[in-house]
């Protein structure tokens, strides 16, 4: 039973560069969640989404983009990074908003 | 909006002795709340949960946390400790009815000395 899957694990990017980063789920979860980790500041979600075909904003969306066209992926967009972008992101998923949320092992995103 | 405060950036034990994190949260109803540990270079795991009925709530590895309404805490207990659980904890309050989704403290880091 995988769970959540992040890939990549680490990454480098250079100024001005986009990426994907991956997020799949095998648990048939609704509710999937990207956060950003930053050393000191807690998680702060990023976008989330309740079901394919729906994705909302978080609290620090912006440089960012997601998509959700099945249940099982739910990948992270980013157009232009930059350097703030610095950080460890990581997936979740739960079955429902109340219950217990799922995490991946993270990817760790540097912009240079 | 929720919040959660974890007022402990970093908190030092000794093998053995007891351990207590605190959190505080802001919330308008009865919160779901979670305590998570994150091992370093590792994912989230939780160690325990509050939905409703009995405020202590007893989780994997030997810990404990008590919801206490009134002082709008749901601290994190253990009576011994052991050198494997130095690692980073998070409080956590979680998603309601009115669009507020799963909200983290700053986390704590707990360090565990020989």
């Known amino acids: 039973n995988a769970g959540v899957t992040q890939t990549p694990k680490f990454r480098i990017l250079k100024i001005g560069q986009s990426m994907t980063l991956q997020c799949t789920q095998d648990?048939?979860?609704?509710?999937m969640y990207w956060y950003r980790q930053d050393p000191g500041m807690g998680l702060k979600l990023i976008y989330y989404s309740v079901g394919a075909g729906i994705t909302d904003k978080g609290e620090v969306p912006n440089g960012y983009n997601v998509s959700r066209s099945t249940t099982e992926d739910f990948p992270l967009r980013l157009e232009l990074a930059a350097p703030s972008q610095t950080s460890v992101y990581f997936c979740?998923?739960?079955?429902?908003?109340?219950?217990?949320?799922?995490f991946g092992q993270g990817t760790r995103l540097t912009v240079v | 909006a929720q919040s959660v405060t974890q007022p402990d950036i970093h908190i030092t034990v000794s093998e053995g002795a007891s351990l207590e994190l605190r959190c505080n949260y802001s919330?308008?109803?009865?919160?779901?709340l979670f305590w998570y540990v994150q091992s370093p270079g590792q994912g989230l795991q939780l160690l325990l949960k509050?939905?409703?009925?009995?405020?202590l709530v007893q989780g994997i590895k030997g810990f404990e946390a008590e919801f206490k309404r009134s002082q709008s805490s749901f601290n994190l207990r253990k009576p011994s400790v052991h050198w494997s659980d130095a690692a980073e904890y998070f409080c956590a309050v979680g998603a309601d009815n009115a669009g507020n989704m799963l909200t983290f403290g700053g986390g704590t880091r707990l360090m565990v000395k020989p």
């Open positions: 509050y939905f409703s009925g009995d405020t």
């Open positions: 648990m048939n979860h609704n509710y």
């Open positions: 919330y308008g109803a009865t919160p779901y």
């Open positions: 979740a998923s739960s079955f429902r908003e109340d219950t217990e949320a799922f």
